[in-house]
């Protein structure tokens, strides 16, 4: 395997582990979805999938059984344990929104930096989604949860993705209060594409800009004091 495909099968294999511990997506005992369409959705060839799949078996993240399925086993949340405590601390807004104008502005720019090919294409269908739900009036807290996700995945910083549970309850936060707020709301479709254009673009600095603006959008419009 070369450096390449084994930094790759890496990567895959945090971007799993993410769903897991910091999206929620899966729980212990659940079964991962079927090969060619995880491996659509992480935007990874099968073979890629493969070995990260086995990466995180050595870890015991995950449990491969043979005919049956891949399943997420009960020590899959242990690491991240001690994160989920600082989550659990009640920091009211004012503090979680001032943490993210801390990091998610830098993580942004190191999204346009190092993202994968893979990595910006989710962000874009996430955030294309994320749009839809709001013209729709369709609850976006889960896309929200994983647009920003996705942009500490492609930072390839473990630290920064281990941060997301704490900085979840600012962006769960800002969709409730947000709900009957069209001014919000529009600014949240123009934020995201303004965002996503600039991590298209592999531009670290307008990346950067945009996330700063976009969360000074929110503590300003939802009166986050």
């Known amino acids: 395997m070369t ?10 294999a945090e971007n ?7 999206e929620k997506r899966f729980a212990p ?12 959705e992480l ?8 070995e990260a799949v086995k990466i995180l078996a050595a870890y015991r993240v995950l449990e491969i059984r043979r005919g049956i399925g891949t399943f997420v086993t009960e020590e899959a949340l242990n690491e991240t344990q001690d994160f989920e405590q600082l989550a659990d601390v009640k920091a009211n807004a004012k503090d979680l929104y001032e943490m993210r104008l801390i990091f998610e ?46 942009i500490a995945q492609a930072t390839h910083n473990e630290f920064m993705n281990k941060l997301m549970p704490v900085l979840y309850q600012a962006i769960s936060k800002g969709v409730v209060l947000s709900e009957k707020n069209e001014q919000v709301k529009n600014h949240t479709m123009e934020d995201h594409r303004m965002i996503m254009e600039f ?15 976009h969360i000074l959008h929110a503590i300003k419009e939802l009166n986050i004091e």
């Not at 390449?4 to 895959?12: F, G, H, V, Y």
């Not at 799993?16 to 910091?22: A, E, K, L, P, V």
């Not at 991962?32 to 369409?37: I, S, T």
């Open 16 to 22: 799993i582990r993410s769903m897991i511990t910091i």
């Open 105 to 150: 502005p830098e993580a942004a720019a190191l999204a346009a930096l190092r993202g994968t090919e893979g990595e910006i294409r989710r962000i874009l269908e996430i955030g294309e989604h994320i749009e839809q739900e709001i013209l729709s009036n369709r609850d976006r807290t889960d896309d929200e949860h994983a647009f920003h996700r996705a």
């Open 3 to 12: 450096a390449q495909n084994k930094m790759l099968s890496q990567n895959t």
């Open 29 to 40: 005992g659940d079964r991962l979805p079927n090969e060619q369409d995880l491996a659509d």
């Open 199 to 213: 991590l298209e673009q592999r531009n670290p600095e307008g990346a950067r800009s945009a996330m700063k603006i």
């Open 43 to 50: 935007h990874v060839s099968r073979t890629t999938l493969r």
